[in-house]
């Protein structure tokens, strides 16, 4: 296993409360994996990505767990130890390339500054590196296009950007936090294509955070479902969409727009995702689930392994899950 | 009464929801949470009282010379001692206050005044009305401040009166520039398209509709500004162009007792602080009001 | 060469500002101010001496032929001179210009270090007592009057200690020649060490006196802006490259937050200029800004009108010279549009 996430819990202390972002969180990503965690937003999916790579600052903190990299607890680094690891054997892009680049430094100096920082190269190699970077992921006439500054490129050429920039290092783990939300359609077909090319070229493992199931659909081998900071099912993508189990799963799925389609109107799913800070007792997702029992109000279920996949709901198992909030 | 030929109930609707009065009542909530600005409002009150019921807290006459009693260091029967012509220090700074407090405050609501005026009509009007207003603020913000008010003692002559007036003078740019961009920012609002469109007269729309939303940065604004005019206030005093005697002014004080830095040092000590307090708290409740009216530096 | 065409349009637009300001001090010196006659003459001089005097000063003349004069003069840098020691305006300022131009760099270099160490440090450490400790610190910065700081400096440092000098700009026994009239540079050129170091000295007190109030100003606006630049997507980028924190906050951070807080600067630079009137009064430092004072109170017209129009240029070129290094800091703004 590259990656191993073990009983995750990552907290923010609001002046409201304390809010269980990720609540007991556990999955693994295996090497050259394309691994991808669903869910709304506020169900916890970006929250789990930054604490893995260490980005979780006040007022939030992770409270429990272990993120294994390697073998390696990252939780228990020192930070000067986890900077030798981000940007090199783990790097990350995020949701919004507009606003993720630094608007004052020239792409070439934004790239060089990463390779520079975790490679023992010359400034004329880590130059020449930065331009095949920039050819790697597509951008025309790297070597002039290294001189603009951000303002000057779109938003898809700045993801591109980014993307050559954390693959600058050859990472083995990218995390790709929405990396296509922010961008057209087209564009994001081309970005969704260019990482699962990337992937096979390097040979890397991707966590893919999306709320988008058509994006899983199109790059992912295994999905995870996060549900208000707690993992709902968890399968390989090919039986997730021909047998989900979890009505919220379910309702994911029949909520995406279909050219065959021939209902009326598109379902969706009732209701709206709970106050973090004031949770039903039981399954988070009780209140809006069509399925709902009467122990679903009062007992959580847990995470239990069926067929192969994992789910948690009353539905597969009578299975408790113990309390965790002694 | 003619008859309108809109229907008015659209501009009552699209009026905000915002009066002064909620204004007034949200600041204070804000403001209740702010420690600073809480600090900042006592002080101000403890001046005023100091102010109004001074004469009755003066041990001494301010303005009584005892050359016996010239030079006396701070001790039970002068508690801040006694300066070269033998008057109560303390005595004077509370006299001071009254002076300091006066000042400040009218020469406020003249650049006040002016400069809502001069930038509501800037603003509101815009085209060559602005561009001449704004220009000729520009050229008075080219002239140090405390240049001008010099200048403006100097033309004017001496006296409690006519600093007052300086000193409004020279800070009319600043508020006018505030006005202006808040009226060019809530003009083209809807509220205040509607009013115009139901045909509300110019100055009723700046008045009525206008002012209530831009009141609480004239508010901050103010605030801080009493803050610089009792500075400048005193850096007048002390370059001896302010008030003159006998009223005793805090930075005439310092100006008058500078001979006597090494031999008598408390004389410099206590005006000094006096001003220093007095400015802060007028700093400390005007940056309270303004993280209580800026919901962006709230958050922090 | 957009930049270039940029300056030149600032430049010309200098003129209009320059002929507004003129206008101003004129009609305060000229219209509003009482009559220097008495007052350079004295109370008794003899109305025939007054009248010789007038007329010798072109008082005499219609107000806006004195005008005209006066502003011809300004394009011909011909401002008069002065009506107590006769010489050239423009000698009496240059003599004592380089004075205040020391004394406002050295304040603003001060200033700006100082506030924005302080400034940043609070803003990475928000919310401890580091922070607090830096913010009272600014608080009382801006509250503290000029020249009740000079004078509490002198008591301390000057009274108490006697490690540093009370006033003036150098002992008159180590003056070094004037080549540029900064008393730091004209020793060094000199050689003279000795020289340098007691010029030092007498700088310290009135560039901390003078530079507190802007160093309060640049430390408050750096904590605000880099508190807005630390939460920004591009910060957690640099986190996620892997470099340290250190480096996270001098090259993005405070690289983006210095934008904004090279206006303040500027500014400052300009109000500098005005509190040197009173750093220069409590410190004795000979510089343009007590001297100005005299004049006012003298009614020596052609010498107040001088400074002012100097001062005020001084003002419009730090602005353009804010705008010129905005460009270089930010990459975005670029100088080919009608107004910048």
């Given at each position: 296993?590259?990656l191993?996430?073990?009983h ?5 202390h609001l ?13 693994s990503v ?5 691994l991808a965690?669903?869910g709304e937003s ?6 789990t990505?930054l ?6 600052s ?17 939780t228990?680094l ?7 690891i ?7 892009i ?19 500054e ?26 025309p006439s790297?070597?002039a ?5 951000p303002h ?17 290092c050859?990472p083995?783990?990218l995390i ?14 081309q970005i ?5 090319s ?13 709320h ?12 995870v479902?996060?549900y ?5 099912e968890?399968a ?6 021909t047998?989900?189990?979890?009505p919220?799963t379910?309702g ?13 109107r ?5 209701g ?6 004031h949770m039903?007792?039981?399954c988070?997702?009780?209140?809006r689930c ?26 597969y198992s009578?299975?408790v ?6 | ?10 501009a ?9 009065e ?5 600041m ?20 005023i ?23 006396l ?10 300066d ?25 609501a003249?650049?006040?005044?002016a ?20 220009r000729?603020?520009d050229m008075m913000l ?7 008010a ?9 006296g409690?009166d ?6 409004g003078?020279v800070?009319i ?5 505030i006005?202006?961009?808040?009226i060019?920012s ?15 007269r110019?100055g009723?729309?700046?008045f009525?509709?206008i ?5 609480s ?9 009493i ?9 007048l ?5 302010g ?14 007792a500078?001979g ?9 000590i206590?005006?000094?602080i006096?001003i ?13 009001l ?5 919901p ?5 | 060469?957009?930049m ?6 600032r430049?010309?637009?200098?003129i209009?500002v320059?002929i507004g300001v003129?206008?101003i ?17 004295g109370?008794?001089?003899t ?5 010789a005097w007038?007329?010798a000063n072109?008082?005499n003349?219609?107000?806006h032929?004195q ?5 011809k ?10 009506y107590y020691?006769?010489?050239p ?17 050295s ?11 302080i400034?940043?440090?609070s803003?990475?450490?928000k ?6 400790a830096g913010?009272v610190?600014?608080?009382l ?10 004078i509490?400096l ?9 490690i ?9 026994l ?5 080549v540029t ?6 020793s ?8 340098f ?7 310290i007190?009135?560039t901390?006196?003078l ?6 100003i640049i430390a408050?606006?750096?904590r605000?802006t880099m ?5 920004q997507?591009?910060i ?5 490259k892997g ?5 996270v906050?001098?090259?993005?951070a405070l ?17 500098l200029?005005?509190g040197?009137?009173l750093t220069?009064?409590?410190?004795s ?14 009614s020596?017209?052609?010498?107040v ?7 005020a240029?001084?003002?419009?070129i730090?602005?353009?010279?804010v ?18």
């Amino acid at each position: 296993m590259l990656l191993e996430v073990k009983h995750l819990t990552t907290e923010f202390h609001l002046k409201k409360g304390v809010v269980n972002a990720v609540d007991d969180v556990s999955f693994s990503v295996d090497k050259g994996e394309i691994l991808a965690i669903v869910g709304e937003s506020g169900s916890g999916k970006s929250v789990t990505s930054l604490s893995i790579m260490g980005l979780i600052s006040p007022p939030g903190r992770i409270a429990k767990g272990e993120i294994l990299f390697k073998g390696n607890d990252l939780t228990r680094l020192p930070l000067h130890e986890l900077q030798k690891i981000r940007g090199d054997q783990i790097s990350m892009i995020f949701q919004e390339p507009m606003t993720s680049l630094n608007p004052v430094q020239r792409i070439r100096d934004q790239i060089m500054e990463s390779i520079m920082t975790h490679m023992k190269l010359t400034k004329e190699e880590a130059l020449r590196r930065t331009v095949e970077m920039l050819d790697l992921v597509g951008i025309p006439s790297p070597e002039a296009r290294a001189n603009d500054y951000p303002h000057q490129m779109s938003g898809g050429m700045r993801q591109r950007v980014m993307i050559a920039m954390a693959l600058s290092c050859r990472p083995e783990l990218l995390i790709a936090d929405e990396p296509t939300t922010a961008l057209d359609v087209t564009i994001q077909a081309q970005i969704l294509e260019l990482l699962y090319s990337l992937r096979e070229k390097l040979n890397m493992a991707v966590l893919l955070i999306t709320h988008d199931l058509g994006v899983v659909a199109e790059a992912a081998d295994r999905v995870v479902v996060m549900y208000c900071g707690k993992i709902l099912e968890e399968a390989d993508v090919k039986t997730l969409f021909t047998s989900p189990m979890h009505p919220y799963t379910v309702g994911l799925l029949e909520s995406i727009p279909r050219l065959d389609d021939e209902r009326e109107r598109l379902s969706m799913i009732r209701g709206m995702v709970p106050n973090p800070l004031h949770m039903p007792p039981g399954c988070a997702f009780s209140d809006r689930c069509d399925r709902c029992m009467e122990k679903c109000r009062k007992h959580m279920p847990a995470l239990v392994p069926v067929n192969g996949s994992k789910v948690r709901c009353f539905l597969y198992s009578e299975e408790v899950e113990e309390d965790r909030h002694e | 009464m003619e008859d309108k030929p809109f229907d008015t109930s659209a501009a009552a609707a699209a009026e905000p929801l915002e009066k002064p009065e909620s204004q007034i009542r949200e600041m204070w909530d804000a403001l209740k949470s702010n420690k600073g600005a809480l600090v900042g409002l006592g002080i101000i009150l403890f001046l005023i009282f100091v102010a109004v019921f001074g004469h009755w807290l003066m041990p001494y006459d301010p303005n009584l010379s005892d050359m016996g009693a010239s030079f006396l260091p701070p001790g039970p029967e002068h508690w801040f001692g006694t300066d070269q012509l033998g008057r109560d220090i303390f005595s004077r700074i509370i006299y001071g206050t009254h002076i300091s407090l006066t000042v400040g405050l009218s020469a406020v609501a003249i650049s006040l005044t002016a400069g809502i005026i001069l930038g509501a009509v800037a603003g509101y009007r815009g085209g060559k009305t602005d561009t001449v207003i704004m220009r000729f603020m520009d050229m008075m913000l080219a002239i140090p401040s405390i240049l001008l008010a010099i200048a403006f003692m100097a033309a004017l002559g001496k006296g409690l009166d006519k600093a007052v007036i300086a000193i409004g003078l020279v800070s009319i740019p600043e508020y006018a520039r505030i006005v202006r961009g808040c009226i060019l920012s809530v003009k083209e609002n809807d509220y205040v398209q509607a009013a115009r469109v139901v045909g509300n007269r110019d100055g009723r729309i700046i008045f009525k509709h206008i002012m209530p939303n831009i009141l609480s940065s004239i508010v901050v604004r103010a605030t801080l500004g009493i803050s610089t005019a009792v500075l400048d206030t005193s850096a007048l005093g002390f370059l001896g162009l302010g008030v003159q005697p006998p009223y005793a002014e805090w930075g005439d004080m310092l100006g008058r007792a500078r001979g006597f830095i090494f031999s008598a040092p408390y004389t410099l000590i206590f005006p000094g602080i006096a001003i220093t307090i007095t400015v802060l708290a007028f700093n400390l409740l005007g940056d309270g009001l303004r993280d209580a009216l800026d919901p962006k530096s709230r958050q922090l | 060469m957009p930049m270039l065409k940029f300056i030149i349009k600032r430049l010309l637009l200098l003129i209009p500002v320059l002929i507004g300001v003129s206008i101003i001090v004129f009609v305060i010196m000229r219209v509003f101010s009482p009559d220097p006659a008495p007052i350079v003459l004295g109370q008794h001089a003899t109305v025939a001496a007054t009248e010789a005097w007038r007329e010798a000063n072109g008082l005499n003349a219609p107000l806006h032929i004195q005008y005209l004069n006066f502003i011809k003069g300004v394009f011909t840098g011909d401002f008069g001179t002065s009506y107590y020691t006769k010489t050239p305006v423009i000698r009496e300022i240059m003599a004592r210009f380089p004075a205040t131009i020391e004394l406002a760099v050295s304040s603003i270099i001060f200033a700006s270090i100082l506030g924005i160490v302080i400034g940043t440090v609070s803003a990475v450490k928000k919310n401890t007592v580091v922070d607090s400790a830096g913010m009272v610190t600014a608080l009382l910065g801006v509250s503290m009057p000029i020249f009740w700081l000079g004078i509490l400096l002198i008591i301390l440092f000057a009274g108490v200690l006697h490690i540093l000098p009370s006033g003036g700009r150098i002992d008159p026994l180590l003056r070094p020649d004037t080549v540029t009239g900064f008393y730091l540079i004209d020793s060094l050129v000199a050689g003279n060490m000795k020289a340098f170091v007691d010029a030092l000295r007498h700088l310290i007190l009135p560039t901390v006196a003078l530079g507190m109030y802007s160093m309060a100003i640049i430390a408050r606006m750096t904590r605000s802006t880099m508190l807005d630049t630390l939460g920004q997507d591009y910060i957690r980028t640099a986190r996620a490259k892997g470099i340290t924190e250190g480096k996270v906050i001098r090259k993005h951070a405070l690289r983006n937050a210095l934008i904004p807080i090279v206006t303040v600067i500027g500014l400052q630079l300009g109000s500098l200029l005005g509190g040197a009137v009173l750093t220069e009064t409590v410190f004795s430092w000979p510089g343009i800004g007590s001297y100005t004072v005299n004049c006012i109170l003298k009614s020596d017209f052609p010498v107040v009108q001088g400074v002012v129009m100097l001062v005020a240029i001084t003002f419009v070129i730090i602005n353009l010279v804010v705008d010129i290094i905005y460009a270089f800091l930010d990459p975005r703004i670029k100088y080919t549009r009608e107004e910048a």
